[in-house]
T-cell receptor, first 114, second 114 residues
Framework: AQSVTQPDIHITVSEGASLELRCNYS??????LFWYVQSPGQGLQLLLK??????LVQGIKGFEAEFKRSQSSFNLRKPSVHWSDAAEYFC????????????FGQGTELSVKP | DTAVSQTPKYLVTQMGNDKSIKCEQN?????MYWYKQDSKKFLKIMFS???????INETVPNRFSPKSPDKAHLNLHINSLELGDSAVYFC?????????????FGEGSRLTVL
């Protein structure tokens, strides 16, 4: 079955430190890959996406993610975290022509220390 | 202007009642969705509609009935509410995402069943 795993439920980093959030998926083919962010009490906002081509993708708010086919991973990174980055981060996958059905990971809650 | 708007944002009701959540998108998208986020923040698709036609109907109790009067609106009606229906319900829409999974989410409607 298709699944998405985010191994870290909660991560705390200091403001200004670098960040990496992990995401692994299980499926034979390469899916479409996404990272969404959810601020408290808000809906989900798309940070970045990977469909094909360059495996390092840039997103909004200074985030980037790298697709590694050999590891079935799509980890999210940011070189310097800001206090406003504290939120819930969701990795998600979709497959072509499945009506936009997104399969989400469990989410990683990011806390930022001053 | 809010791209995907849901009403109400909060809903508290008793078991056994019937309630509706409304969703409207002004993005001109053809496809709309309902996702459910449980207390552990796990997100799962419930339904998707493309041009008023039901595309995805996951394993959802038939107490849940989506209705799409036009492609800009997708409402969710829930009969005989149960405690387990307590969750945050997100509406979303997409254009290309019908094929790729890139979705625009509303801010969510938090349903509490007492």
């Amino acid at each position: 079955a298709q699944s998405v795993t985010q191994p870290d439920i909660h991560i705390t980093v200091s403001e200004g430190a670098s960040l990496e959030l992990r995401c692994n998926y299980s499926y034979g083919a390469t899916p479409y890959l996404f990272w969404y962010v959810q601020s408290p009490g808000q809906g989900l906002q798309l940070l970045l996406k990977y469909f094909s081509g360059d495996t390092l993708v840039q997103g909004i708010k200074g985030f980037e993610a790298e697709f590694k086919r050999s590891q079935s991973s799509f980890n999210l990174r940011k070189p310097s975290v800001h206090w406003s980055d504290a939120a819930e981060y969701f990795c998600a996958v979709a497959f072509y022509n499945q009506g936009g059905k997104l399969i989400f990971g469990q989410g990683t809650e990011l806390s930022v220390k001053p | 202007d809010t791209a995907v708007s849901q009403t109400p944002k909060y809903l508290v009701t008793q078991m056994g009642n019937d309630k509706s959540i409304k969703c409207e998108q002004n993005l001109g998208h053809d496809t709309m969705y309902w996702y459910k986020q449980d207390s552990k923040k796990f997100l799962k698709i419930m339904f998707s509609y493309n041009n008023k036609e039901l595309i995805i109907n996951e394993t959802v109790p038939n107490r849940f009935s989506p209705k799409s009067p036009d492609k800009a609106h997708l409402n969710l009606h829930i009969n005989s509410l149960e405690l387990g229906d307590s969750a945050v319900y997100f509406c979303a829409s997409s254009q290309e995402g019908f094929n790729t999974g890139e979705l625009f989410f509303g801010e969510g409607s938090r349903l509490t069943v007492l």
